[in-house]
């Protein structure tokens, strides 16, 4: 963990140089997952069914590689009561949420009369990417597939690794509308929704978070299918006076730094009483949280407490661009309204940003490595695309034709400029 005072002389350059560190960088693997993506396009299934075997170590086949809508309903049935009724309840608000971010389809005669507008369609298929073992998470099919649900996709199709599918990814599938869950992981399940193999259709966009392999998997692929982002480690940044209680702060820290020891948490307060306070909270937490390794190591190697003016407080949080942000103070609007860049800020003592991985119904997939700077979260935005209208009568063509007919002969391209000329009345 390091220390920064904002006082310091040397703050700016060691603060620069704290941000330019890159957490987590994997092994190289896009030679790997080159190989896997083009056997899975050349030769189909069969490639995908090979790398279960090899990768996985199941042997499934074109039959058993979808689980049945039997396997849903008994895995939905196994999750217990309080974590159906939990389910349901994000599932609502995320609903919800996301509905009011649809927008309105336009349409207008302007003053030349030319008749012009766009209208919104959402994607057919999407794929949903969901990691298996330890990271197989029932909030991360909820925030990817509900707003895709919302937006009217017809066909969502998930993909996750072969092997117990944990009950409550079943529940939070059927919830969220997921239409088709295939035992599937890794590069090739990105190919194999990119692609199509065998049983497995193709889709117009992959979501959802993945390993180093999952990824370069998407950043290959993008252009093939869309993609909603290249997701790095978590972040967490607490802006927070000496009026909180030191044991929240350390465990709002802690709920970020438990995710991967590549993630990522800082402290900025005005007072250095409290920011040790802090860290000794968070020692004392760390010897009986069961994800205490991961964690220790994340703050170990990652974290950061900022000594600063809290008046400072949006400069350094907009240089930072963090995943999350919680402002823990009394009229916190007065500083976190000058911020931005972020992902999601979270605002007051008692707004913990765990509240939005789960059932504030704003979306938990934001963006990471600063890429808040120019990306937002996954929304409804993520699966509609517009498009542009345009109608013109013999009368408002005749007010455009002439200027369209100028500006491809600017450019050198004549048939542009006879496109246009035939159909006005000195046409040729």
Known sequence: MR?????????????????????????????????????????????????????DKVDLTAETIRVTAEEIEAGAAETPADVREAIAFAAARIRAYHSRQRPADQAWTDEAGVELGWRWTPLEAVGVYVPGGRAAYPSTV???????????????????????????????????????????????????LAYGAGPIQPVDKIVGPGNAYVTAAKRRLYGVVGIDALAGPSEIVVVADNKNNPDWIAADLLSQAEH?????????????????????????????????EDAAASWRDHGAVIIAPLDESPVLVDAIAPEHVEFALDNPERLSDRVRHAGAIFLGRVTPEAIGDYVAGSNHVLPTSRAARFQSGLSIYDFIKRTSIVKCDPASFAVLGPHTVALAKAEGLPAHALSASVRLPTGD
């Open 142 to 192: 909820l925030m990817n597939a509900v707003p895709a649900q919302v937006a009217g996709v017809d066909r969502i199709a998930m993909v996750t690794p072969p092997g117990k599918l944990q009950p409550a990814v079943l529940a939070a599938a059927k919830e969220a509308g997921v239409t088709e869950i295939w035992r599937v992981g890794g590069a090739q399940a990105v190919a194999a």
């Open 3 to 55: 220390r920064f005072l904002f006082s310091d002389p040397d703050f700016q350059s060691a603060f620069k140089a704290f941000l330019d560190e890159r957490r987590g960088s994997p092994a190289d693997v896009d030679a790997a997952v080159a190989v896997v993506l083009e056997a899975v396009r050349t030769q189909g299934i069969e490639a995908l069914l090979d790398y279960g075997r090899r990768f």
């Open 260 to 292: 991967d020891p590549a993630a990522q948490s800082i402290l900025i307060t005005d007072d250095e009483a409290f920011a040790a306070a802090v860290e000794q909270a968070i020692a004392e937490r760390l010897k009986t949280l069961a994800t205490g």
